[in-house]
């Protein structure tokens, strides 16, 4: 079984900036790609920002310029630095990590980390 743990979320003002963390434990087998999700009040899941396994990323137009996804994969680890906060980037932000083991896919998701932006 995979665990995803998310940390790093906080209150921040505006302008502030935050890194979170994405960990990943247990059977993981390989790592193809982790995705930084995030649900805002009200809304729906949305998908922020993906790294593969090559480290190619790919970033949801709102966030770009603004978001960094990268991976530490001696720590099956993948981070989400974020500068210029919005108080529209408020949401819980989780994460999805998606890879094989044994040759059989799995995806499994953390519990989310909470951002707060203050105006």
């Known amino acids: 079984q995979v665990q995803v743990v998310e940390s790093g979320g906080g209150l921040v003002q505006a302008g502030g900036s935050l890194r979170l963390s994405c960990a990943a434990s247990g059977s993981i087998g390989d790592i193809n790609i982790v995705g930084w999700y995030r649900q805002p009040p009200g809304n729906g899941r949305e998908l922020v920002a993906i790294?593969?396994?090559?480290?190619?990323?790919t970033y949801t137009d709102s966030v770009k310029g603004r978001f960094t996804i990268s991976r530490d994969n001696a720590k099956n680890t993948v981070y989400l630095q974020i500068h210029s906060l919005k108080p529209e980037d408020t949401a819980v932000y989780y994460c999805?990590?998606?890879?094989?083991?044994?040759?059989?896919?799995?995806?499994?998701w953390g519990q989310g980390t909470q951002v707060t932006v203050s105006s």
């Open positions: 999805n990590v998606k890879g094989s083991r044994d040759g059989l896919p799995y995806g499994a």
């Open positions: 790294i593969t396994s090559g480290g190619s990323t």
